[in-house]
């Protein structure tokens, strides 16, 4: 569906989320908290651009901080193990598979640590708060028991600070988890759909192997016209 005209009209990427709003489309997560953020005059979670311009500009910081430092390993993790199958990836094993937890669990540390002595990220709490609580919950919802949660106490006290301040977080989170189940299952489904026997189009390359390999075994190359003036040829009288 993200890929159809009308979708791209709305957000030429072809990613979601996205969202169209009094004529105006927005792509991108970080885009859309804060345009919704600025419209709901919550002027803590993100300070407003004009009268608070360095307020503002830290929070940005720190919502490019947890895209990079929580949600990146996060979602690494999915890709390569809870959603592999259905993109038709091989599921992480052994080094690989502890080398992604190691990551989850580093940025766990980093953050928990990035919040000592302070209310979120951003030193209050901000709407990179907001999404940095989105990537654990939708991480504990499908990955539950990776890792505890009360080995990083400073990010579940923020994060129970966040749900706290702004109401029907819990109700909002139900519904995303039933879209990304949903949306988990569908692609399962069109994975084992594909018939057994199915294989990938063969490339040039392959075919041009098949060819040489299905050349008769007494059958010699061409002969190249230097090769063919070295031979010493025969006088017939």
Not at 171 to 181: K, P
Request: glycine share 6%; with cysteine.
């Amino acid at each position: 569906a993200h890929k159809t005209p009308e979708f791209l009209a709305m957000n030429p990427s072809g990613q979601v989320p996205a969202l169209s709003i009094d004529g105006t489309s927005f792509g991108e997560s970080t885009a859309i908290a804060a345009y919704l953020t600025s419209r709901s005059g919550n002027d803590a979670a993100l300070p407003d651009a004009k009268k608070h311009p360095a307020g503002h500009a830290n929070v940005l910081y720190w919502s490019r901080w947890v895209q990079d430092n929580v949600r990146h390993p996060f979602v690494q993790y999915f890709i390569n193990t809870v959603f592999a199958p259905a993109l038709g990836k091989t599921v992480a094993e052994g080094d690989a598979l502890l080398e992604l937890i190691q990551g989850v669990k580093d940025a766990l540390t980093k953050w928990n640590t990035t919040l000592e002595g302070k209310e979120g990220v951003a030193g209050t709490l901000s709407f990179a708060d907001m999404q940095a609580l989105c990537e654990f919950d939708q991480f504990q919802m499908a990955v539950g028991g990776l890792f505890n949660a009360a080995d990083y106490p400073n990010v579940v006290q923020a994060n129970e600070r966040v749900k706290a301040a702004f109401p029907g977080y819990d109700e909002i989170s139900t519904q995303f988890q039933g879209a990304l189940q949903a949306m988990a299952a569908a692609k399962a489904a069109e994975a084992d759909a594909k018939p057994a026997d199915e294989s990938p189009a063969e490339t040039p390359a392959e075919a041009d192997a098949k060819g040489a390999d299905a050349k008769p075994a007494d059958e010699s190359p061409a002969e190249a016209p230097a090769e063919a003036d070295a031979k010493p040829s025969t006088f017939v009288p």
